[in-house]
């Protein structure tokens, strides 16, 4: 590529260069002047513009002549874009299927200095160039450029033949095998052979071809071939007929045969809607050359190429033999088998009821206590699989026994059930009130209702049941209390381990389980022993201390959570601006409340500068996209290649590696940061790491670097994201420790 540049405009391109770089895509000249010599020699002007639309280009060339070329790519208000969000025009240079030869990169933006209109002088080659958006999130947005050469469009396809070769006999025909070549070529329409495809026998699917094809049955063949320019001409469609025969041999044995069926069935044997014959033959002399099928006793032979599916109700006899190559027939065998219709599907979910029972006062509320029972029954006829319960918007958790609630307050008990047909019931609720009376509220050290026992951040899978003393076990551990050796925490652990395993709260196994976190937590060991500050804790003064910037909205809630997205849309942050953190670990739990189908999407900002210090930012919650770290919240199991864990821009983490957990269920999240080391903890499990140094992470140096050697800063804020009213997210118990 050929770009002529002012010197205003080179500063442009290295302002735009740090977003490109944060977003993981290395900048090209871009911004071109067309005033200079390249434009006035262009034959060709190409224009691509984009609007709103982060799924496609608005409009895009798809055909272009080989020579000097000026790209034009514009996204501004005049071509649609009136949320201010950039795109770029990007030409793909590592696919060998395509062009390589213009490294072509333009970011584009309504309120960049050149109005979102660029424009870059190229030379671009015969053949296919593939372009796309490399900003993350813009899912589709790409499309092939065919070039063809200078002296007009290629119309002419592509010439293709084939060559047998192989061992003859006297007759012509191959012995053994037989392997065909195919080529083409495309001296006369210029754009180039693009891909040769071949299928085989009269009917067979077209394949790609890569190498030449070896045939080894026996029997006469027919391979079909043709070819495709870059231009998409196809030649015309061609063949190659041949004959394969056995090698001379005293191979007088006929294969072996076996046949297994396969599928759902019914106590009784008989298969349930469809049953699969599954067919094998060896042979030890010559080699297996066919496998045979008929359906019945009176079928006609058919090719068996895959498994028999039979789906008719009755009673089937498949039959089946094979030949070798040297034409031994192996004897008829069959398998007998009975095909029943599926009894009629279960869709009716479960109908839930639940009752609440207790000593009332004159308001009505419960007194000391509230004993929750929950009914269901299954009319659909699978029967019911499984009840289950939430407490005040927490996980849903099996219900086993009658749930007693004793701690003061209002309280709201979820429950539903599922069948064993998979219908699950929609979720109904019961409200009451909780008094105290004669009993006191349990005197518990720490309040902590995670459905598991989760000692610092390693997650030991027992149920965080409520002990004897209406404790929680959790909130016996005290994993949150400053411990000055690890030695001491583990055993005050282990004093209370005893004191349930004589209780009967826990056995032995779920004992060592947990005994085997508390070790692995390396609470109290040196660098662990400073304790975490609350930055919120649910109340309206903590939420008052953070501040919101750009579009969307927090709101608090009554149960100590907040959440994102509650009123006003757009993409925005909430960030706080009381203290700024160096190495730190950051822990806090975050929950699915994206309404319908939807999941939620929301990230944690860490490390960025004060958000007012950047004039140049019209929208100062770019500030932390920019120069700090998003830590991704995105259980989507489409959509944004970044998932939960991942760095945003930086450092994927696929869905599998992120894992997922049911909406509406919290999550607990640690982001350790040392130097410039980033650990993420999803539920006490390690899903990333990341280093952000050299490298495809380097970032160069800024003036405004505060002596990271071009990495990123050693300190900033904290934020987190709102990202609209349909990817909903809330957060609670935010708490920081500086290492």
């Known amino acids: 590529m050929r770009a002529v540049t002012t010197g205003q405009r080179r500063a442009l391109a290295a302002l735009l260069a740090g977003l490109l770089l944060l977003l993981g895509v290395q900048a090209a000249p871009a911004a071109a002047d067309r005033s200079g010599p390249a434009a006035a020699s262009a034959a060709q002007v190409l224009t691509w513009t984009a609007g709103d639309d982060i799924t496609k280009y608005v409009s895009a060339p798809t055909t272009a002549v080989a020579g000097p070329a ?48 660029h424009t870059a002088e190229v030379t671009l080659t015969p053949g296919r160039y593939f372009y796309h958006c490399t900003i993350p999130g ?44 195919v080529r083409a070529t495309d001296d006369d329409g210029g754009s180039g052979v693009d891909r040769i495809q071949y299928a085989v026998g009269a009917a067979g699917d077209w394949l790609p071809y890569t190498a030449p094809i070896v045939v080894d049955q026996v029997g006469t063949h027919t391979i079909r071939y043709r070819a495709y320019d870059k231009a998409g001409n196809v030649s015309a469609e061609k063949s190659a007929e041949f004959t394969v025969v056995a090698p001379q041999s005293d191979d007088t044995t006929p294969p072996e045969t076996s046949a297994t069926v396969s599928g759902d069935r019914n106590p009784d044997g008989t298969y349930i809607d469809m049953a699969t014959v599954t067919v094998s033959a060896s042979d030890t002399g010559t080699g297996v050359n066919t496998i045979e099928y008929a359906v019945g006793a009176n079928g006609s032979w058919q090719p068996y190429t895959a498994p028999v599916m039979v789906h008719q109700t009755g009673t089937h006899v498949v039959r089946y033999r094979a030949t070798d190559k040297a034409g031994n027939v192996a004897a008829e065998k069959s398998v007998e088998f009975t095909v029943v219709a599926a009894p009629p599907q279960d869709t009716t979910p479960p109908v839930t009821g639940a009752t609440v029972d207790g000593t009332r006062n004159s308001d009505g509320a419960y007194v000391n206590r509230a ?3 929950v009914t269901a029954t299954d009319a659909g006829g699978s029967g019911v699989d499984r009840i ?14 009658p749930l007693i609630v004793d701690r003061a307050g209002a309280h709201t008990v979820a429950y539903r059930a599922t069948d064993k ?68 925490f583990f055993k005050h652990v282990k004093s209370v381990l005893d004191r349930l395993l004589r209780e009967g709260i826990i056995d032995q196994r ?19 022993t400073e304790g975490y500050r609350t930055i919120f804790d649910g109340s ?91 830590v991704q919240v995105l259980d989507r199991p489409d959509g ?90 809330s957060y609670r118990d935010i708490r920081v420790k500086e290492l």
């Open 640 to 729: 944004d290649m970044y998932k939960t864990g991942s760095v945003y821009g930086f450092d994927r983490v696929g869905l599998a590696g992120a894992g997922v957990t049911q909406k509406g269920t919290w999550n607990d999240y640690e982001i350790r940061v040392v130097d410039q080391h980033y650990s993420v903890y999803r539920n006490g499990v390690l899903i990333n790491e990341f280093d952000n140094i050299g490298g495809q992470d380097f970032v160069p140096p800024r003036s405004d670097d505060p002596g990271t050697d071009g990495r990123r800063f050693a300190s900033g804020y904290i934020g987190l994201q709102v990202h609209g009213t349909t990817d909903v997210v």
């Open 421 to 488: 047909a998979g219908n699950t019931a929609p979720a109904r609720t019961v409200s009451f009130t909780v008094v105290a009376g004669q009993v006191p509220p349990p005197d518990c050290p720490e309040y902590d209702e995670r459905r598991t026992v989760i000692v610092g951040t390693v997650d030991s899978g027992v149920p965080n049941r409520v002990t004897d003393n209406r404790c929680r076990i959790n909130e016996l551990i005290e994993d949150e209390k400053e411990w000055t050796s690890h030695a001491l």
């Open 70 to 117: 000026t790209i034009v790519f514009e996204n501004s208000a005049a071509t649609g874009n009136t949320t201010g969000m950039p795109h770029t025009l990007t030409f793909a240079t590592s696919d060998p299927e395509f062009n390589s030869d213009v490294p072509l990169n333009i970011l584009a933006s309504p309120n960049d200095d050149m109005g979102g209109r």
């Open 388 to 401: 289950e319960y939430s407490l005040d918007g927490g996980p849903y958790i099996a219900y086993t026994t």
């Open 371 to 373: 004993t929750v029972t």
């Open 540 to 630: 309206a003064e903590s939420f008052a201390a953070w501040q919101h910037v750009g579009g969307g909205s927090f709101g608090l809630n009554a149960d100590g959570s907040m959440t994102s997205g509650t009123t006003e849309p757009g993409l925005g942050m909430l960030w706080f601006p009381q203290r700024k953190y160096g190495d730190f670990s950051l822990r806090l739990q975050w929950r699915d409340d994206a309404p319908g189908t939807g999941n939620a999407n929301s990230g944690v900002f860490v490390r960025f500068p004060w958000v007012h210090d950047h004039p140049e930012e019209p929208r100062p919650e770019w500030v932390a996209i920019k120069y700090g770290h998003e």
């Open 138 to 181: 813009h899912g589709s947005m790409q499309g092939i450029l065919v070039v063809t050469e200078g002296g007009g469009e290629d119309t002419t396809a592509p010439e293709a033949t084939a060559e047998v070769g192989g061992t003859r006999n006297g007759q012509g025909e191959y012995v053994g095998s037989a392997t065909v070549t």
């Open 510 to 528: 779920e004992g060592n389980a947990i005994q085997r976190a508390a070790r692995q937590s390396g609470i109290g060991k040196p660098g662990q």
